[in-house]
């Protein structure tokens, strides 16, 4: 079994900063991508950054220079550090994993989502 397990939402002020992580944990052989997307109120759930195993990044453009997204291999997890943050950012945010088990080929797992709150 494996599991996403997010920490590090909350409420911060337009403009201010807030980091989430994202640890994996179960009977993981291999991970591949590993990436963030969030669902705002009344809207569909959008891709916010991704990351390969060897570091290679790509961003929503709402988010472009303003979130970094950032893995340790080693622990399994993923970070998004988010700067600059705007009301428009509001949302719940899910991280996902593209990963191998033990016991079956890739599949797709997320996480149960972290409350992010930007107050203007």
């Known amino acids: 079994q494996v599991q996403l397990v997010e920490s590090g939402g909350g409420l911060v002020q337009a403009g201010g900063s807030l980091s989430l992580s994202c640890a994996a944990s179960?009977?993981?052989?291999?991970?591949?991508?590993m990436g963030w997307y969030r669902r705002a109120p009344g809207k569909q759930r959008e891709l916010v950054a991704t990351?390969?195993?060897?570091?290679?990044?790509n961003y929503a453009d709402s988010v472009k220079g303003r979130f970094t997204i950032s893995r340790d291999n080693a622990k399994n997890t993923v970070y998004l550090q988010m700067n600059n943050l705007k009301p428009e950012d509001t949302a719940v945010y899910y991280c996902?994993?593209?990963?191998?088990?033990?016991?079956?080929?890739?599949?797709?797992?997320w996480g149960q989502g972290t409350q992010v709150t930007v107050s203007s």
């Open positions: 996902n994993a593209v990963l191998t088990t033990a016991y079956s080929g890739y599949a797709v797992y």
């Open positions: 990351i390969t195993g060897g570091g290679n990044s």
């Open positions: 179960g009977s993981i052989f291999r991970i591949n991508a």
